[in-house]
């Protein structure tokens, strides 16, 4: 059986953007099915359209899944293991917010993705293994909002410094240091 991996991207954000390419075709190489959803953005972002397209691939989520958020998506994945049934393997978390960034245009597209806070038991419980990347240098999200996803989560926060919003803005047009922590749990 084939190792599934679903990539979200972020507000503003595509499919065949930053690393995500390069890292689709590295575990491709690896024999995973990587699924990488296009989420409407910034027209018709809500919690609910989003999460419509990601609960069409329920199918896919089991206990060998892993699930990579960069940006907005890492609060959409947190919002799906709020309610997932059965735990899947790992979650990477990029560049990721757990509520408002004190940037006035995307603090109103993403306001639906952080109403009424996170169930941080429950997502804990939903995946056996998480990893979460912030950078000393981002200019959307707050260092201290990576600090307290790790917090919330009870793990370590992998610093990468000079990496800014891990995008091709910043020169993120790979990612070998999450492609590394990926091929340890597919092994």
């Given at each position: 059986m084939k190792q599934n991996i679903i990539i979200i991207h972020g507000a503003y954000g595509h499919p065949n953007?930053?690393?995500v390419p390069w890292l689709k075709n590295e575990l491709e190489k690896l024999d995973c099915n990587v699924i990488i959803p296009k989420f409407p953005t910034p027209e018709g972002q809500t919690l609910e359209n989003w999460m419509k397209i990601i609960n069409e691939y329920d199918k896919h989520f089991d206990s060998n899944t892993i699930m990579i958020g960069h940006s907005l998506g890492v609060a959409l994945i947190l919002k799906k293991l709020e309610i997932l049934k059965k735990p899947i393997k790992a979650v990477f978390l990029v560049a990721g917010a757990v509520g408002k960034i004190g940037n006035e245009i995307f603090d109103k597209i993403n306001a639906s993705f952080f109403e009424g806070g996170f169930e941080w038991n429950k997502i804990r419980n939903n995946s056996k293994h998480f990893f979460v990347y912030h950078s000393d240098?981002?200019?959307?999200?707050?260092?201290?909002?990576?600090?307290?996803?790790a917090e919330n989560l009870k793990i370590e926060l992998i610093l990468v410094k000079g990496a800014g919003h891990f995008n091709e803005k910043a020169g993120y047009t790979k990612f070998p240091l999450m492609l590394e922590n990926i091929k340890k749990l597919i092994k």
């Open positions: 953007e930053n690393w240098n981002d200019p959307y999200v707050p260092l201290k909002m990576g600090k307290e996803l």
